[in-house]
């Protein structure tokens, strides 16, 4: 697995936890090799990246680019895509939810990566299975609320 955090926005936290968040949610895929990347932004870029990809001119707090769109032989390297993470909207969230910043990146972090997966929350029944998979990882890596 080889991922790379660019962090254009400048959030100074440290954030190493997010190598054990990655780690699991691959091991729980069974995604043995794979290339993807994570770039925290400000609202400015990503309520861009959501106007011109997504036709929705807002901020959001992530978004996702899966370079994949068919399954991959197990042993090849899979280059899954990009995601986006908007760190003032991370912040904000997480005093919103009550809890902290760790929390909210990770879950974010498993959110944009699931996506890249594969996994989408369109309907009730994606947003069921998208959303345990999110609390289970989670809650493996002792991340919680």
């Not at 770039?39 to 959501?50: H, P, W």
């Not at 998208?130 to 002792?142: G, R, S, V």
């Amino acid at each position: 697995m080889e991922y790379t955090i660019n962090n254009v926005y400048g959030y100074q936290e440290e954030y190493s936890y997010l190598d054990k968040v990655i780690k699991k949610t691959l091991k729980m895929e069974k995604v043995r090799h794979a290339i993807f990347s994570i770039t925290f932004v400000g609202e400015e870029e990503i309520q861009t990246l959501n106007r011109e990809y997504r036709g929705k001119d807002s901020v959001t707090d992530v978004i996702s680019f899966a370079f994949e769109d068919a399954s991959i032989p197990e042993n090849k390297v899979r280059v899954l895509g990009d995601i986006y993470i908007c760190i003032p909207k991370m912040i904000e969230q997480a005093k919103n939810y009550g809890h902290s910043c760790v929390r909210e990146l990770s879950f974010l972090t498993v959110h944009g990566l699931l996506h890249l997966l594969g996994y989408d929350h369109g309907t009730k029944e994606e947003e069921k299975v998208m959303f345990a998979k999110q609390e289970l990882i989670l809650n493996a890596t002792n991340i919680k609320r």
